[in-house]
C-alpha cells in the first residue's frame, strides 16, 4: 500500500460537492469541500432563476432498463443546471425535493413526469417547458463523457494488441 494509494482514498471521502440555497441572502452557491476546507463559488441570486423542474434519464443495463430523476434549476440566462444527482426514487419523491427548492428560492415549479425528460428550449422571465421522450441526442448530452471513454479505452487495447502483434513477428 503506497502512499499515493493513501491519498487518493483520504480524498474520495474527504471531498464532496453539493449546492446550497441561502434563503437569508437569495443566493444560490456551490460547495466544495475537501475534509475541513470549505469553498463557496456564486451560480445565481434567486433573481436570476426561473424555475426549478425535474427531469428523467432513462438508464438502461443489458437487459434491464430503468428511469431515474434529478433536480434541475433553469437560469433567466438559459443555461440548465442539475442541482441533485440522479435518484432511483419514484418522480414523485424528487418532485417533492423540487418543490422545497422552489418555494425557498421563489419561483417556478415544473414538476417532473413520469418518463418523460424536461426541455426548455425558451428561458427567461416566461420560460417554455415541455416534457418530452427520451431521444438518442439525450442518450449522447447524458452520456457522452462514458461513450467517449469507453472508446478510448478500446482504441488504447486495440493499439496494444497490433503492437504486440507486430513486436512479435
Not at 460547495?31 to 424555475?51: H, P
Not at 418530452?132 to 472508446?151: G, N
Request: proline share 1%; hydrophobic share 55%.
Amino acid at each position: 500500500f503506497s502512499i499515493d494509494c493513501l491519498f487518493f482514498v483520504l480524498m474520495m471521502f474527504g471531498f464532496s460537492t453539493g449546492f446550497e440555497f441561502d434563503v437569508n441572502a437569495g443566493t444560490v452557491w456551490f460547495r466544495v469541500t475537501l475534509f475541513s476546507s470549505l469553498r463557496r463559488f456564486k451560480i445565481a441570486d434567486f433573481e436570476q432563476i426561473c424555475g426549478i423542474g425535474v427531469s428523467g434519464i432513462h438508464n438502461r443495463a443489458r437487459v434491464h432498463t430503468w428511469w431515474s430523476y434529478r433536480v434541475v434549476m433553469l437560469l433567466k440566462s438559459g443555461r440548465k443546471l442539475v442541482v441533485s444527482e440522479a435518484k432511483d426514487k419514484s418522480v414523485h419523491a424528487v418532485n417533492r425535493l423540487a418543490e422545497k427548492l422552489a418555494g425557498a428560492a421563489g419561483c417556478q415549479l415544473f414538476a417532473g413526469e413520469s418518463e418523460k425528460v424536461l426541455h426548455a428550449p425558451v428561458c427567461g422571465d416566461q420560460p417554455i417547458v415541455e416534457f418530452r421522450d427520451w431521444t438518442f441526442a439525450d442518450a449522447i448530452t447524458e452520456f457522452w463523457a462514458d461513450i467517449f471513454l469507453s472508446l478510448l479505452f478500446f482504441a488504447a487495447i486495440l493499439v496494444f494488441v497490433v503492437a504486440l502483434t507486430v513486436s512479435l513477428n
